[in-house]
């Protein structure tokens, strides 16, 4: 079926991107009987994860929030990491403004990309909130123990779970 309807609208599918992933039930978290389907006289093959327009699929809802988030993290801190060389560290780099300036460019659009879709849980929020916290504080040239609330008044930022919280509400408001 999703054959025919490519070949209609004149797109090509990749069959090495194409995969099968066997979903668990949310009740019984079992998987279905496994069965084989076919693109055009080439089996599919069955995988755990796959990624489609950016965000990691897997066999359950909550691997493919951890996944994510995970993944998210990481790429946060490594662009911190890469931003490094531009001044982006030490007594001797920009100005503190500067600095949240290209924080609020770069890093937190990577840390909270495509959580719009994936709602994270307490849990994996708690993680990107952790991070977001420690990255600022370092920023800052804060000490780890400064309460947050000192933090968010010198840089002027939200906390970084308000305004996923804030987005996902209005994206939410909008399209239903």
């Not at 990749?14 to 080439?42: A, C, G, W, Y």
């Not at 504080?137 to 779970?161: A, C, G």
Request: proline share 5%.
């Amino acid at each position: 079926m999703a054959y025919e309807f490519s070949c209609q609208e004149c797109y090509k599918l990749q069959p090495q991107k194409s995969v099968v992933i066997e979903m668990k039930d949310r009740k019984t978290k079992h998987t279905s009987p496994s069965f084989e389907l076919q693109l055009n006289d080439s089996i599919l093959p069955n995988s755990d994860k796959a990624v489609h327009v950016g965000i990691q699929r897997s066999k359950t809802g909550k691997e493919t929030i951890e996944n994510n988030v995970y993944n998210n993290i990481t790429k946060a801190r490594r662009t911190a990491y890469s931003l490094m060389s531009e001044g982006f560290h030490g007594n001797n780099g920009l100005d503190p403004i500067t600095y949240i300036h290209i924080l609020k460019t770069y890093n937190i659009l990577t840390l909270t990309y495509r959580l719009e879709i994936i709602v994270p849980d307490k849990t994996n929020l708690e993680e990107i909130v952790k991070f977001h916290k420690r990255i600022i504080k370092q920023i800052l040239y804060l000490p780890q123990s400064t309460p947050d609330v000192v933090q968010y008044v010198i840089s002027r930022l939200i906390p970084i779970d308000r305004s996923i919280l804030e987005y996902w509400h209005l994206y939410t408001i909008y399209f239903y």
